[in-house]
């Protein structure tokens, strides 16, 4: 299967997010990450492919919001104590999620973009960064994002 020039900006620009980002399949396993996700969770991106999101946010079925026929709605920025991300070696730590919806060929989709909240103005910033990034992609691919 070819790759697009459109699938190609978008993984471009999902590694060059200054923030963990993670898209999730229809059957909540991950399907892509980009290297700050390995960075902040402490895994290999081989090791995150095919699994379920639960490895890096335990608890998240649990905390997903269905939207209309129960697809995931768009989600601003979430943070809380009941947020937490598990790194690799088993330690937790709050984090704040942004989720973004994706219709697919293959169903929705759910990009993630993940944000360590340890120290909130980094996660501000970052958070902005992030969120002007994907919009300028959407706005700018040549296919619907």
Do not use: C
Request: aromatic residues 4%; glycine residues 8%.
């Amino acid at each position: 299967m070819a790759v697009s020039r459109g699938d190609e900006r978008f993984r471009l620009a999902v590694e060059a997010a200054p923030s963990a980002m993670v898209m999730v399949n229809h059957e909540g396993k991950i399907i892509l990450v980009n290297s700050q996700t390995e960075k902040l969770f402490g895994y290999g991106r081989e090791e995150l492919l095919w699994q379920s999101v639960e490895i890096l946010l335990p608890g998240s079925s649990q905390q997903s919001q269905p939207g209309p026929l129960g697809r995931p709605q768009a989600l601003p920025m979430r943070r809380g104590h009941d947020l937490h991300g598990q790194r690799k070696d088993g330690t937790q730590f709050p984090v704040g999620l942004t989720l973004s919806p994706i219709e697919t060929e293959h169903g929705t989709w759910v990009l993630s973009v993940i944000v360590d909240t340890t120290d909130p103005r980094r996660v501000e910033a970052a958070m902005r960064e992030g969120e002007e990034r994907f919009r300028n992609l959407a706005d700018t691919a040549p296919v619907m994002i």
